[in-house]
């Protein structure tokens, strides 16, 4: 059986373009608001999405996820209440893949066996844990692939060729290269770096490549889309949430901040397909 | 031979940095390398008999080093029980612990050869030692210091830009230390391939906390030299104050295979551990992942880390150093608590006894033991890690004091 994430990297190859990523923070701006984001993401066009669970103490994030996460917590959210808009979204789109990604600590809280069983049944296609390196594979990677999750790398300008094969050797479902030293949502990634980076990563793996962190505009996203198989965008998003907070209904979804992220994803997916 | 070796608390920890389920490397991968490299950089050190001598000489004449171990004869009187000793590194250049950690990891990095330098600070203790060795071995010291620290512990902040060095208040969270530290690991991920990381306490990635704990080992390794010189004996009790444990460590580590000296260390009860308003990580949290170690730690259900509370900046920390969590779990040390009153009266206490004002954090060591040496034998003996002066803490302690007319 191939999975939802292997088809829609093979479609966008069958149609020349390279993959869209986005990324939004479950919760934010409130749990009424996440599901709609997600209708919302799939009508403009996004091959692929991650789910941020939110984390009290977001390590390798900048101001501007940080912050959602903060936002999320505060309106109540926990990582019961991801798995269970992940398994609402499954119910309504059988087909994009669905990626939660986060920190450790809550999942090893909630217990890491019944994180992956319910991962699975909610229908999570794979899992980025920020501060799970190779290092640590044993308590949640391996479990996590046995059970049929993707464990996501990340790759990063640190990541030198001795690294690299520590990195790969479990990776599954494609590769995250981290176009920037650094957190997100800060600095831009240059076009060369990500190129060569590419390359370097390509010379040991066939997964799928994408390249997010620093990737704000939608010329940002369709080179990083062409020079990889793929671009991830979050900080640029949930900045549009940031700034369109005000009219946000306690327990309603906020209209308006649905609407303005699809008008810039479908920019993002328009620049990506042409 | 066989059987002690199986018994020991030296072989903590092991090649992945766990002491029993603590410890470990839970970084992201932009910090990988570098902690691979601060390993292999450590190893190569540690086998390597210029470094230790480079080490020495610094502790000696830099420091100060070694400490007194004083025999503090009214405070013994005052209890009527064990005869106190103090371990007095307040008396160290900068006046607490820190420095010894902090001349260890920057000759590391002068090896390395890195001259640009990251430090956390809760009280500022650990970004005054920070500041001064950077100064010392001219490096470029930036410090990351939650804003609301910077408002408690402002004369240490003037100590730091005197120094040199460039303070970076972190507003995030409650502008305590773990915001600091989340702060500092942001900036290195930023920064990975040019700086430097001195983290101040046993806690952080492997190998920070074997690291820190063998730096500050000098004071415990001294400690028992000394009391066996003065008393021809080990002691009863040692104790020491925990904040991320590093004073701790450094006073336990020497004494954990003496079996029959009892080991106390003091967490930070805050307004009493059922207000939930504390830092006492072992006594109220559980264990789970933050920066880069599995420890006890405060948090809720969803495993979001809670707020931590002291009066004292340097133990306002919701996780511990993970070595103290492995003794924790096997029941080698016991841990305990004082809250922030009791912390003020031994404050109080042990300037009008002794002369010797210490800081908010070893006074919850001394609060204590005051509570247990009185009910101890004339021919035992206390050891307690006088790990700071208390002159950062004026500015915080004296309005209290006033206002509870005990001044
Ligand atoms: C004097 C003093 N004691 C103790 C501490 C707590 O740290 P640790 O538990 O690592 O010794 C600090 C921290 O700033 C300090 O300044």
């Not at chain 1, 939110?54 to 959602?68: E, K, N, T, V």
């Not at chain 1, 040991?204 to 704000?216: M, N």
């Not at chain 1, 369709?222 to 700034?243: K, N, Y």
Request: aromatic share 6%; with cysteine; proline share 5%.
């Amino acid at each position: 059986m191939t999975g939802r994430i292997e088809k829609i990297f093979a479609n966008a190859k069958a149609a020349g373009r390279g993959t869209l990523g986005v990324f939004v923070t479950a919760g934010d701006p409130n749990a009424a608001t996440t599901p709609a984001l997600l209708d919302a993401l799939v009508g403009a066009g996004v091959d692929l999405i991650e789910l941020g669970m939110p984390f009290s103490d977001p390590m390798a994030d900048g101001p501007a996820i940080q912050a959602a996460s903060l936002r999320a917590l505060k309106g109540g959210m926990t990582l019961a209440g991801t798995l269970q808009i992940a398994a609402d979204f499954r119910k309504r789109h059988p087909d994009t893949p669905l990626i939660l990604m986060g920190y450790y600590n809550p999942i090893y809280i909630y217990g890491n066996d019944r994180f992956i069983a319910d991962a699975v049944t909610a229908g999570v296609d794979g899992l980025i844990i920020v501060d799970l390196p190779p290092e640590e594979d044993t308590e949640l990677c391996l479990p996590a692939k046995k059970a049929g999750l993707k464990f996501i790398r990340l790759v990063t300008p640190t990541s030198d060729e001795t690294r690299l094969p520590a990195i790969l050797e479990e990776a599954s479902g494609f590769v995250y290269y981290v176009s920037v030293l650094g957190i997100t949502g800060t600095k831009s990634a240059a076009g060369d770096s990500i190129s060569a980076a590419y390359q370097q990563i390509r010379s040991q793996t066939d997964l799928p490549i994408v390249a997010g962190f620093g990737i704000r505009t939608s010329a940002q996203a369709a080179e990083a889309a062409t020079l990889t198989d793929g671009a991830v965008v979050g900080s640029a998003v949930v900045d549009i949430i940031a700034t369109n907070l005000s009219d946000t209904p306690q327990n309603g979804i906020n209209n308006d901040i649905v609407q303005k992220v699809a008008t810039f994803v479908c920019e993002l997916t328009n620049a990506i397909c042409k | 031979m066989s059987t002690a070796s199986l018994n020991t608390y030296h072989n903590q920890p092991d090649e992945s940095g766990r002491f029993g389920i603590h410890g470990g490397r839970f970084v992201a991968e932009t910090l990988m390398p570098l902690i691979l490299n601060v390993e292999s950089a450590y190893k190569s050190a540690c086998a390597d008999k210029d470094f230790a001598a480079e080490l020495a000489y610094y502790q000696k004449h830099y420091i100060g080093r070694p400490s007194p171990l004083y025999f503090a004869d009214r405070l013994t009187s005052y209890f009527g029980g064990a005869k106190l000793y103090l371990k007095r590194d307040e008396l160290n250049h900068t006046g607490a612990h820190k420095i010894n950690n902090v001349i260890g990891q920057a000759l590391l990095a002068k090896r390395m050869g890195k001259t640009k330098i990251i430090a956390e600070t809760g009280a500022g203790q650990h970004g005054v030692a920070t500041a001064t060795a950077c100064a010392l071995f001219d490096m470029k010291c930036e410090v990351f210091m939650g804003a609301e620290d910077v408002e408690r512990q402002r004369p240490n902040v003037e100590r730091m830009r005197l120094l040199g060095a460039k303070i970076h208040p972190v507003t995030a969270g409650t502008g305590t230390l773990k915001d600091a530290m989340n702060e500092a690991l942001r900036y290195w991920v930023t920064n990975a391939e040019t700086h430097f990381y001195i983290i101040g306490t046993v806690a952080g990635p492997h190998p920070y906390p074997q690291m820190v704990r063998d730096f500050q080992s000098v004071i415990g390794t001294e400690a028992r030299e000394q009391i066996i010189k003065a008393e021809g004996r080990l002691p009863d009790k040692i104790v020491a104050c925990i904040g991320g444990g590093s004073n701790a460590m450094g006073l336990f580590y020497p004494f954990l295979d003496d079996k029959d000296v009892e080991i106390y260390g003091v967490e930070a009860a805050g307004k009493g551990i059922p207000s939930g308003l504390h830092a006492a990580s072992l006594t109220g949290g559980q264990p789970g992942i933050l920066h880069g170690n599995r420890t006890y730690l405060l948090q809720n259900d969803d495993g979001q880390i809670t707020d931590a509370h002291s009066i004292s900046a340097g133990l306002d920390y919701p996780g511990i150093g993970p070595e103290h969590s492995w003794l924790h779990d096997t029941g080698r040390v016991n841990y305990v608590s004082a809250t922030d009153d009791e912390a003020l009266v031994a404050f109080q206490l042990c300037a009008r006894q002794e002369g010797i004002i210490p800081a908010l954090e070893p006074s919850h060591a001394l609060a204590y033991v005051s509570t247990m040496i009185g009910d101890m034998s004339a021919d035992q003996i206390v050891i307690l890690n006088m790990c700071g002066r208390g002159d950062k803490d004026l500015g915080a302690v004296l309005p209290m004091l006033d206002k509870l007319g005990r001044l």
